[in-house]
């Protein structure tokens, strides 16, 4: 059994987000992600293998997704689910607190079931 809390040991002024593991299976990842300040850089687009549903726990970030009209502005509570090939990038996490999202990558199956 493992357990932990995804508030612990959250970097201040770090240079680099943090990456961590939580668990791996078959299938999927799951991973906590600290940012503090950090963004994507200029011109760079996430475009991954898998898909990914993401949850912001603490703090706030701005997410672009190409072909949107304009940034996702995340807070606390605030979910997204990335297809497969979905292009997005960070356009901004809060540099005065730890951001922290909660990241499953996952296979897309034939039908991809979607939370009302």
């Known amino acids: 059994m493992k357990a932990g809390n995804l508030f612990d040991a959250l ?14 299976e078959a299938g999927f990842v799951l991973e906590r992600i600290v940012s503090t ?5 200029p011109g760079f687009w996430y475009d ?3 898909a990914e549903w993401v949850v912001l726990l ?8 190409e072909g949107e009209p304009a940034p996702r502005t995340l807070r606390p ?8 090939h979905a292009r997005h990038r960070v356009a901004w996490t ?3 607190q730890p951001t922290v999202w909660l990241a499953l990558h996952h296979h897309q199956g034939p039908r991809d079931v979607s939370v009302p």
Do not use: K
């Open 48 to 50: 991954q293998e898998r």
């Open 58 to 65: 603490r703090g706030s970030a701005r997410l672009e997704v």
């Open 94 to 96: 809060d540099p005065d």
């Open 37 to 41: 300040g950090q963004a994507s850089p």
């Open 77 to 84: 509570g605030d979910w997204v689910h990335l297809p497969a």
């Open 11 to 24: 970097p201040r002024d770090a240079t680099e987000e943090q990456f961590t593991t939580l668990l791996q």
